[in-house]
């Protein structure tokens, strides 16, 4: 595969292809050396560093969540045909293949639940397989780049509706610098609300962050369409950010976006777990009263034990032991 014609790079569509496994190759265009380290993952890294960071670009943790496949495959393109230039190493992830070729969020079970080794304690999934070699490629990836400040930004969208469409779980760290510089990145991506999280988790930039103290975030881009559906220009924020990112280019000045703090996060540990509204119908970011009856468990009733606590994620079909809610609080 080296000297791949630019005229056949398409990583997206060979990883499709392979959904499985991709054997290891590299090549070498327009002063950036690629190494082909798995199906769905790949490293660029350019001949000339110019700059003090180090990037890890993922998206298709949930195959059916297209708009971060589809661009991150475009930014991908542009640096092999040499209509974006590279200033940074970059790891590239492509999380969940066979789940993007069935167009379904997971293909067994969902792959952002797997990270921070949670993967050993499963059954023999797909989406154990491609947490274990995510998380090595990660791994050594960070030995090639452990002196500079490693940013991850895991690319999503989202079924729901929200009434903040854009926003970011940010895993905070109060001693580190440079937090008011990611915020300006997430503002540039669109981004309108960032929700800090002080607890360790499963999810991919959790992960990163609890192994790496990577400027990490689980970032949702808005709602969820088909392969070669997504609306021209909505998503063009995320995008052009991040490739002024990789290129070294300097971002506009915005206002950061609104804080909240995770409250609670509820988890399903009975079968008779039920919300007291429409879940199909209900947004993310909707409010609850204090005393409101938000669901039913163990046949005890929750209350919302404060004003104006908001919900994200709810899932009542979530297996025993998942989370089934987060209830957030803004930050003033």
Not at 23 to 33: A, G, L, P, Y
Not at 49 to 72: K, Q
Not at 249 to 257: I, M, S
């Amino acid at each position: 595969m080296k000297g791949w014609p630019v005229t056949e790079f398409n990583f997206l569509k060979t990883t499709r292809e392979n959904e499985e496994h991709l054997e290891k190759s590299s090549f070498v265009k327009n002063d950036i050396r690629f190494d082909i380290l798995d199906t769905g993952i790949i490293k660029a890294t350019p001949k000339l560093l110019s700059t003090e960071d180090a990037f890890i670009i993922s998206c298709g943790i949930h195959g059916n969540e297209t708009a971060p496949i589809e661009f991150t495959n475009e930014i991908l393109n542009k640096l092999v045909a040499g209509s974006l230039n590279l200033v940074a190493p970059t790891l590239f992830i492509f999380g969940n293949p066979k789940a993007m070729n069935i167009g379904k969020r997971f293909s067994e079970y969902n792959l952002n639940r797997c990270f921070n080794g949670a993967y050993k304690n499963l059954d023999e999934y797909y989406e154990k397989s491609r947490a274990e070699v995510i998380e090595k490629v990660c791994f050594d990836f960070y030995k090639e780049v452990k002196d500079k400040d490693l940013f991850h930004f895991d690319l999503h969208c989202a079924l729901k509706k929200s009434m903040i469409e854009r926003f970011a779980l940010v895993p905070k760290n109060e001693e580190r610098k440079r937090d008011d510089e990611f915020n300006l990145i997430l503002a540039n991506m669109g981004i309108e609300a960032s929700l800090f999280s002080h607890k360790e988790s499963t999810v991919f930039s959790s992960f990163s962050f609890t192994n790496f103290n990577a400027f990490s975030a689980t970032v949702e881009l808005g709602k969820v369409y088909p392969f070669g559906q997504n609306p021209p220009g909505k998503f063009q924020a995320a995008q052009e950010t991040i490739e002024k990112l990789l290129s070294g280019h300097e971002l506009e000045k915005k206002k950061a976006p609104k804080a909240f703090t995770i409250f609670e996060s509820i988890n399903k540990e009975f079968e008779d777990f039920k919300f007291t509204f429409e879940e199909e119908e209900s947004a993310n970011f909707t409010p609850f009263k204090k005393g409101e009856h938000i669901f039913t468990q163990n046949a005890q009733p929750y209350l919302c034990p404060e004003e104006n606590l908001r919900m994200i994620f709810p899932n009542s079909k979530v297996i025993l032991g998942q989370r089934a809610l987060l209830l957030i609080k803004e930050l003033e």
